[in-house]
């Protein structure tokens, strides 16, 4: 079998976005559109090239590890190949052609594309497929015996050409040798100036070459982003398909209309997802755990049998087995909560570390600090990190008892089985086994109230 390159034009404008920042960069379920495109191509060849203008590549480098073509002025996609050609000086195998904006494309779909051209021994070859209303679409024009003899253009299209509903899809696998001699044939066009690609098809077919159109069904997969609208289309049935191929493999998604996952996240058998969770980034979910509902998790490793009760923001955090949090908790950055901890409503954590059994139940803040095992934080409990200047650590030692309402003024240190008394403010090291206490005597003057006339609900008595 011959080589295979494979060219991704990426090199447009996108005018029609409205917007000053490249669409092919605009997320779609957690990828970059272009890196999509780029995924397949990876996966099919070890060749891979993107044709761009100069200005993005800056851009577009921090993202992809690819062979870069420059396009120098907007001439259209003919023109697009022929740099390829002169960039690269290749001369032999096939070359696909992918379009840096169709992120729908499918790794198994191309492979019986290419085997589908090799059978043939075709010297060019397309995908196509139908659409109801195919208004802006290349149209692909057959003779009698349902050959191709011609791609056109909508502002090409003449007569009953218009109601032709079978449209190019803009993936070509082209003869490199054919290319070659053929390329040099392109005219540009009155009108638009621009060098069409699709243009090769009627001059394989006037040179008695072998050329064919690969017919596919789903229109979907080929859908074209132009503008926004084009890309909600696009996320819609990405999303549908991460969701059907999580719950075929064991995870009971309640309302997949009400879910948002993105293809970079992995999810584990027997996890049950309730109602608007939304899992982003390189995100990883063990087995038989619960996600409560509106949950909010990016970039988080969360393991087995873990019960996240609800309205949590989990952002880089690792989440031990048999844990359970919130609802209404919030971990930044940075964390590493172990295993069998209770993490309770209104609760901050940010770049810390919990061990095994240790509880922080509700309305406490802890940042910057390294927590022990089965130690207990009090409501309304902090660690006072940051000096205006500097963050500083705390840290907690085993078994040790924070009382509610109580202030650690890091940096600082709690020994082992130490016990804070509610509303304290410690400043200095807690010795192990010691009990630090830091407030106010508390005094009582009796009758205060009454003696300053200050009793409300009481009546006078008469004798």
Not at 94 to 109: M, N
Not at 267 to 291: K, M, P, W, Y
Request: aromatic share 6%; proline share 3%.
């Amino acid at each position: 079998m011959a080589a295979l390159h494979v060219l991704i034009l990426a090199a447009g404008k996108g005018t029609r976005f409205k917007t000053q920042r490249s669409k092919l960069l605009f997320d779609v379920c957690g990828l970059p559109m272009v890196n999509h495109v780029h995924r397949v191509a990876e996966s099919l060849s070890q060749d891979c090239h993107m044709v761009i203008r100069p200005e993005q590549q800056e851009a577009l480098s921090k993202r992809l590890q690819v062979h870069w073509i420059y396009q120098e002025k907007p001439l259209g996609t003919g023109d697009a190949v022929r740099q390829f050609l002169a960039q690269t000086g290749v001369r032999s195998g096939r070359l696909l052609v992918l379009l840096g904006d169709v992120p729908l494309i499918e790794a198994p779909i191309l492979q019986r594309f290419l085997a589908f051209a090799e059978q043939k021994c075709l010297k060019v070859a397309l995908i196509s497929t139908q659409y109801p209303d195919p208004h802006g679409y290349g149209r692909v024009i057959r003779d009698q015996a349902g050959t191709p003899v011609a791609v056109k253009e909508e502002i090409e299209l003449l007569g009953a050409e218009k109601q032709i509903k079978e449209i190019n899809s803009g993936i070509f696998l082209f003869d490199l040798a054919f290319l070659r001699q053929a390329i040099s044939l392109l005219k540009a066009h009155k009108e638009k100036q621009e060098y069409f690609l699709t243009h090769l098809v009627s001059i394989a077919y006037q040179q008695n070459e072998a050329v064919d159109a690969f017919l596919q069904p789903r229109a979907e997969t080929f859908l074209g982003v132009n503008t926004l609208l084009d890309l909600a289309q696009v996320r819609k049935e990405m999303q549908r398909r991460i969701l059907h191929a999580h719950m075929l493999a064991g995870v009971d998604i309640l309302a997949p209309d009400a879910a948002y996952i993105d293809c970079t996240v992995s999810i584990a058998h027997d996890v049950t997802i309730l109602a608007n969770n939304v899992i982003r980034g390189n995100s990883a979910i063990g087995e038989h755990t619960l996600l409560g509902v509106n949950n909010y998790i990016c970039d988080c490793k969360i393991g087995n049998h873990v019960v996240l009760r609800g309205f949590n923001h989990l952002n880089q955090s690792t989440i031990g087995d048999n844990s359970a949090i919130g609802p209404y908790a919030h971990l930044r950055f940075g964390n590493c909560i172990g295993k069998q901890v209770n993490i309770g409503n209104f609760v901050e954590v940010k770049k810390s570390s919990i061990d095994t059994g240790s509880k922080v139940p509700h309305l406490s803040y802890i940042g910057d600090a390294d927590i022990g095992r089965e130690v207990n934080i009090g409501a309304g409990a902090i660690t006072c990190n940051y000096d205006g200047k500097q963050k500083h650590k705390t840290r907690i030692q085993d078994h040790a008892f924070v009382g509610s309402d109580s202030q650690l003024v890091a940096p600082v240190e709690v020994g082992r089985n130490a016990y804070i008394a509610s509303g304290s403010t410690i400043t200095t090291k807690v010795p192990d086994y010691a009990l630090a206490i830091c407030r106010p005597r508390q005094r009582i003057v009796p009758d205060w109230v009454k003696k300053k006339g200050l009793a409300k609900g009481e009546e006078s008595s008469s004798g």
